[in-house]
Structure formats: structure tokens, C-alpha cells
């Protein structure tokens, strides 16, 4: 493992872009859909409905699938190129159903990404006394300045000739940082946490053995999904119009 000043750089950069890159698709998506393709706020309302739906579905089964082969890493490079791929097709789809597909692969992708970098990096930072707060503050830095400056710059060019261009420019930079990200293993944290809850979790294991059975019977679990979910919702539906 390299020093830990190269990857207290290499960490904030990676989500000062990946973040830039997203807040692309956040803040202009809708702008795009009804400028350039000609969307009602009905189809709008329908994408921004429909597209966050699969995602909370799917990532807690990549985080399962994750959990049980360790290959965080390879999860998550391929799902920036699953993000990247998806928001090219998309530059040249103009019906309704495609962009609907390609909305929530973008946004499945998306969801994964941050799941799995936050998991990396929150557990490097408990192995090296990191400051996990300050690497995330590259990514809200990157969300102002990007999403800023692909609106300044709409004075001279029309959004569909930036929109996708600069978001594959971001995200790649962010998926060649993500390369260098440090490598870190969850296996010893995972079997310290079970030894020491050993006696404690005998009965629960024996009537809960699904992982995600387990989370729903999570009752702070399911407040703070109920809660995110409403928040989520209703920020989207505003968003949308």
C-alpha cells in the first residue's frame, strides 16, 4: 500500500469528480428531456418516479453479493463503466421506454458506486485514523463547481452538446482515480465483529439467517428507510417540475 498522502489526495479528487459528474445528471437530466427530446411533465414525472424505484430494490442485493465474494472493488470499477456505457446510449435515445431503461441503470449504477466507495474508504479510514468527512467534502465541492459551470457555460452552447460530453469527461477521470483507490480488506473487521457478538447473535442467526430478513426486522433500520424514502420522494417529484 502506497503512502497515506498519496491517497489523501487520490480519495477527495475521486469524489470531487464523480460527484461533479453526477450532479450533471441530477441537476440538467430533466432540462435535457424536456428541451431536446420534448417530454410532458407527465413523462417527466414518470421518469423521476420510476427510475429510483429499481435501485432500492438492487443495491441491497449487490451489497449481499458484495459481502459474500469481497471483490468490493471490482464491483465498483464495473459499475462506473455500467454508469458511463448507460449515459452514452443515452445521448442517442429518443423514446420514452429506452430513456426509462436507461435512467434506471444510470441510477442503479450511481447508487452502487457511492455504496461501495463509501464502504471502501469508511473502512480505510478506520484502519489508517482517516478523516472519512474530509474526503467527502471533495464531492460536494465538485457538485457546485461542475454543476455551476455546465450552466454558465449553456450561454454559448446548447445542452445537448455539453451535457454528455462533460459528464463522460468527469466520470472518467473519477474511474481512472478509482483505479488507484487503496486496497482494503473487510474480512478481518467482519470476523472480529462476529466473534465478539458471538453469544448475542446464536439466537438471532438461528431465526433470521436471510441477510435482508435481518434488515427488515431492523426496526431503527426500517425508520430510517421509511423516513428516506419519503424524503427522497417528495425532493424528486419537486425536482421534476
Not at 16 to 23: L, R, T
Not at 41 to 62: C, F
Not at 182 to 193: I, L, Y
Not at 233 to 239: K, W
Amino acid at each position: 500500500m502506497k503512502s497515506k498522502n498519496y491517497y489523501n489526495r487520490i480519495i477527495p479528487l475521486y469524489y470531487f469528480f464523480f460527484f461533479g459528474g453526477q450532479s450533471l445528471i441530477t441537476s440538467y437530466m430533466n432540462v435535457y428531456l424536456e428541451k431536446s427530446l420534448g417530454f410532458t411533465g407527465s413523462q417527466l414525472g414518470l421518469y423521476t418516479s420510476i427510475t429510483p424505484l429499481i435501485p432500492a430494490a438492487v443495491i441491497p442485493l449487490i451489497g449481499i453479493l458484495c459481502d459474500r465474494t469481497q471483490k468490493y472493488k471490482q464491483f465498483f470499477l464495473c459499475f462506473i463503466g455500467i454508469a458511463m456505457g448507460s449515459v452514452t446510449t443515452m445521448s442517442f435515445q429518443t423514446t420514452l421506454p429506452m430513456v426509462l431503461l436507461l435512467g434506471i441503470m444510470i441510477e442503479t449504477s450511481h447508487s452502487a458506486t457511492v455504496s461501495l466507495a463509501d464502504t471502501q474508504i469508511t473502512e480505510y479510514c478506520s484502519q489508517t485514523a482517516g478523516n472519512y468527512g474530509l474526503f467527502r467534502m471533495g464531492g460536494s465541492i465538485g457538485w457546485g463547481v461542475f454543476g455551476v459551470l455546465i450552466g454558465y457555460l449553456t450561454n454559448f452552447l446548447p445542452l445537448d452538446k455539453l451535457l454528455f460530453p462533460t459528464y463522460l469527461m468527469v466520470t472518467g477521470s473519477a474511474l481512472c482515480l478509482a483505479f488507484l483507490f487503496p486496497k482494503v480488506t473487510m474480512e478481518s473487521r467482519r470476523v472480529h465483529s462476529q466473534s465478539s457478538n458471538n453469544e448475542e447473535m446464536d439466537d438471532k442467526s438461528s431465526k433470521v439467517s436471510n441477510p435482508l430478513s435481518l434488515l427488515f426486522h431492523n426496526k431503527a433500520y426500517m425508520s430510517m428507510l421509511f423516513v428516506t424514502i419519503l424524503a427522497c420522494s417528495t425532493c424528486e417529484a419537486c425536482l421534476a417540475y
